[in-house]
């Protein structure tokens, strides 16, 4: 890079802070308001894989010893009893496996439409009223599954294809709200929501169950929701241009910093280029790499914890939690040292991505495998599955925002493509994982971890060699774009 363009890319860099505080700035209240709505958006998604326990007519409830799991079962202290006034069911294994999974059925149909859609007509009201389907759905979860599973199992794949959109229309949104120095930390605050819905409705919602029934989970979590819609209808805009509140000083700022990075077509979409785009496909591979160990942790770790380990389900929902906090806290600390090394020390963007992309899935790698070779030592187990999804945090800032760095005009349709392909582990490997582990031996789940890992391993690679970080040509008519 030639000097006078050094000199200049120094003197941008030296503006953002007195020109737009981030602090009550509108950028960052979209951020929060996002986080909320990903809070909403995971734990409609993972509530019901807790209210499976209590939904199902379980006359030969589990004994407090837990004799079945391959450890020695912890003491359960009694708690109360409560009154079950909520229908039971008689559902197979098999029938519980669909109901589980059809979520990600419908997920999967509209990630590509929703980048789409997002471009077209706006992100605001995509998102806004995909996540306030999905509520409804929630809502009418109870009186789907009295009607039967065949029912809740269309519930479950309509409320998949509402949170489907919700990550592209993300994305396109921010294309017009994230300055670039500023992506890391914006979108790790907006997707630390997904973790903290999680982490918040794994445990509180056993707590629903256990004090009421499990159909107050639906309820409560579907009413949150509600409350999320109006905030999100009221304060929420497509674009600084369009926000009536936002300081002059911030919406100059915004639209300066993207001047150069964003397309002029607002209605061609270079399908053909984006689709033979060597660094896409390299975010491709590693997005499906990585969810592979994320959603079987997702869907099988309070299994593990009780079939292996030997804990009860009260304290199943509390451990099962901690990874995935873990994994908040190392995404949002990654994200301000991501902007910190591309603003303040001037690293490439390309080696940020890459750099944070190899500790966030090998880092996981080597703890799975490690975790299934604890034994029956709980603590071990429990503190290596934990930096394993921690460590997974610090990819947020590797190839999960990739997408924005290069083709932001585009970045809601490649979210799309590359979520397309993530949703793929989320119904295949937890299926191939319960194959394996038919007999719930500890050498069984050594084989799922020791696959998990491999296929991070060489998402890691293949990101590695064929990542990028600037703004490909055909995504933008300038030849000037940032990112090094």
Avoid at 338 to 355: G, H, N, W
Avoid at 377 to 400: E, R
């Amino acid at each position: 890079v030639s000097k006078p363009t050094k000199d200049l890319v120094s003197l941008f860099r030296s503006l953002p802070h007195p020109l737009a505080p981030a602090c009550c700035s509108s950028r960052y209240g979209l951020a929060l308001l996002s986080c909320f709505g990903f809070f909403v958006v995971y734990s409609l998604r993972v509530n019901l894989s807790v209210a499976m326990v209590d939904m199902l007519n379980n006359t030969h409830q589990s004994n407090p010893n837990h004799s079945s799991s391959v450890c020695p079962a912890h003491a359960n202290p009694s708690r109360p009893k409560h009154n079950h006034t909520a229908s039971v069911y008689n559902w197979d294994s098999e029938t519980q496996g669909w109901i589980l999974g059809s979520f990600f059925y419908g997920y999967i149909l509209t990630q590509i439409p929703g980048g789409y859609l997002a471009g077209r007509y706006g992100p605001k009201w995509l998102m806004g009223f995909g996540i306030l389907g999905t509520v409804i759905f929630t809502l009418l979860t109870p009186v789907a599954a009295d009607l039967g599973a065949s029912y809740l199992i269309a519930v479950r794949v309509l409320e998949g294809i509402g949170e489907g959109v919700t990550f592209p229309a993300m994305y396109t949104m921010w294309a017009a709200w994230a300055p670039p120095l500023e992506r890391s930390r914006l979108l790790t605050i907006s997707y630390i929501g997904a973790q903290l819905g999680t982490v918040i409705s794994l445990p509180l919602s056993g707590e629903i169950c256990f004090y009421l029934d499990w159909t107050y989970v639906f309820y409560i979590f579907g009413a949150v929701g509600l409350v999320w819609f109006v905030l999100w209808t009221f304060l929420v805009f497509d674009s600084p241009n369009t926000h009536p509140r936002i300081s002059e000083r911030e919406r100059i700022y915004i639209t300066t910093s993207l001047k150069n990075e964003l397309s002029t077509s607002a209605g061609f979409i270079p399908w053909r280029a984006i689709v033979t785009s060597t660094p896409l496909w390299a975010i491709v591979v590693a997005h499906f790499s990585y969810n592979w160990t994320f959603y079987t942790l997702l869907t099988l770790l309070p299994t593990y914890m009780n079939n292996i380990l030997g804990f009860s389900i009260q304290e199943n929902g509390m451990l099962s939690a901690l990874p995935y906090m873990g994994c908040a806290v190392m995404a949002v600390l990654s994200g301000q040292l991501a902007d910190y090394l591309r603003e303040t020390c001037l690293y490439p963007t390309v080696r940020v991505r890459k750099s944070f992309s190899l500790i966030g899935m090998i880092g996981p790698a080597v703890f799975l495998v490690a975790a299934g070779y604890t034994g029956c030592n709980y603590t071990l187990a429990v503190t290596f599955l934990t930096i394993s999804s921690s460590l997974g945090g610090v990819s947020a800032s590797g190839f999960n925002i990739n997408h924005l760095d290069i083709a932001p005009s585009y970045a809601g349709i490649l979210l799309g493509i590359t979520n397309t392909f993530a949703t793929i582990p989320g119904m295949v490997g937890p299926v191939i994982a319960r194959l394996l582990t038919k007999h719930n031996t500890i050498e069984e789940w050594q084989a799922v971890f020791y696959i998990a890992a491999a296929i991070n391993l060489f998402g890691a690679v293949f990101y590695t060699v064929f990542g990028q970080g600037t703004v490909q040509p055909w995504a933008v008519h300038t030849s000037f774009s940032h990112g090094d």
